[in-house]
C-alpha cells in the first residue's frame, strides 16, 4: 500500500494546530522531539518535519505529496504546487506600516519610498496592482526594526494583533494580504495517493463542518412546536421526542455558529426553555 507524505512546519506558529488537524483526523502516529519523519500507525501517512518555507519547494518537487504552510509562504515562494484546501486557522494579514507619527493619506505617500519585507513577491505584485512605484529592500527577519534604524521608510509584514507594530513605533496602513493555513498538493500525484487524500479530506471536511455547528437540545411547550421547528434550520429536520410531561416535547437539531445567538434568542421568546448547546466532534453530511 502506498503512503501519503504530508508535510508540517517542524517548530513555529503552524505546529501545533497543524499536528492537532492530523489527529483530529484520528490519525496517529509518534512524534519524538527531534524527529524529522514519523510513521503513522493507523493511516497510510507518514508525517515530515520541515522547516515552513522549504515545504513548497518539497512538494512541487514530489517529496513531500501534501504539506501545510500559510497562503503567504504559498504565494511567495510561487512554486508549482495546487492549493487542495484552505484550513481555517493561523489567521493573519499581510500588511504595510509606516513609523506612527507619519501622515497616511493612501498608497500613493509610498511612491519612491524603501519598504523593507520578506515577502517581495507578494508586495511587488501589489505596489505594481496599484500603480505605486517603491524600492522593496528583502529581508529574512526582524523587518518590523528597519524603519528605526533607517533601512526603510515602511515595512511589509505579517500582523495578526498589532502588538508588535505597536512596540515598534509602527501603525498599520494597508492590509495586502489575509492569510490563513492551506493544504498543498503536488501536481502530479498518483492514483493511489489520490485515493488516500480523498479519505484525509474526508475527515478534514466532517472536522470543520463539525466546528461550524453546534448540536442543540431544548424543551418545547406543544402549542409552540410548529413556531419552534421553523425556528431551526436543522440537517434535515428536527428531532421531536415527548416528554414525560405532559404537553412538553424535547427538540433536537443541529444550528450554524453563524445564525447562533438570532437563533437562540428566537427560540426563547417563542417559549423554548432548558436549551442545552453541545459541540460537534465530527460531522458527516
Ligand atoms: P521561521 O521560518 O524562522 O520559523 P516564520 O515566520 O516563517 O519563521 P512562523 O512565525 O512560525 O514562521 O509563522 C508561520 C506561519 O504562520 C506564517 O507564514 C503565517 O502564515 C502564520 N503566522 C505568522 N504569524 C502569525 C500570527 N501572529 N498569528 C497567526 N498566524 C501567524
Ligand atoms: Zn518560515
Known sequence: ?????????????????????????????????????????????????????????????????VGII????????????ELIEKLGFSKCRLSLAIPRGQEYNGLQDLQGKDIATSYPKILGKFLADNHVQARIHEISGSVE????????????????????LMSN????????????????????????KKNILQKLLFRIHALQSAKKNKYILLNAP???????????????????????????????????EDYFWDIIENLKAAGAEGILVVPIQKMIK
Open 1 to 65: 500500500m502506498d503512503t501519503l507524505r504530508i508535510a508540517v512546519q517542524k517548530s513555529g506558529r503552524l505546529s501545533e494546530s497543524s499536528l492537532e488537524l492530523i489527529k483530529e483526523c484520528g490519525i496517529d502516529f509518534n512524534n519524538g522531539t527531534g524527529k524529522l519523519k514519523s510513521e503513522a500507525t493507523n493511516f497510510p501517512a507518514e508525517m515530515l518535519f520541515l522547516r515552513d518555507d522549504d515545504i513548497p519547494g518539497y512538494v512541487a518537487d514530489g517529496v513531500a505529496d
Open 145 to 164: 526594526i528597519a524603519p528605526s534604524i533607517g533601512l526603510a521608510q515602511a515595512i511589509c509584514d505579517i500582523v495578526s494583533s498589532g502588538s508588535t
Open 70 to 81: 500559510g497562503e503567504n509562504v504559498m504565494l511567495e515562494k510561487a512554486q508549482n504546487v
Open 222 to 256: 406543544n402549542d409552540s412546536l410548529e413556531t419552534i421547528i421553523n425556528i431551526l434550520p436543522g440537517m434535515k429536520s428536527p428531532t421531536v421526542l415527548p416528554l414525560a410531561m405532559e404537553g412538553w416535547s424535547s427538540v433536537h437539531s443541529v444550528i450554524h
Open 169 to 192: 513605533g509602527l501603525k498599520e496602513v494597508e492590509v495586502v494580504f489575509r492569510s490563513e493555513a492551506v493544504m498543498i498538493g503536488t501536481p502530479n500525484l498518483s492514483e493511489s
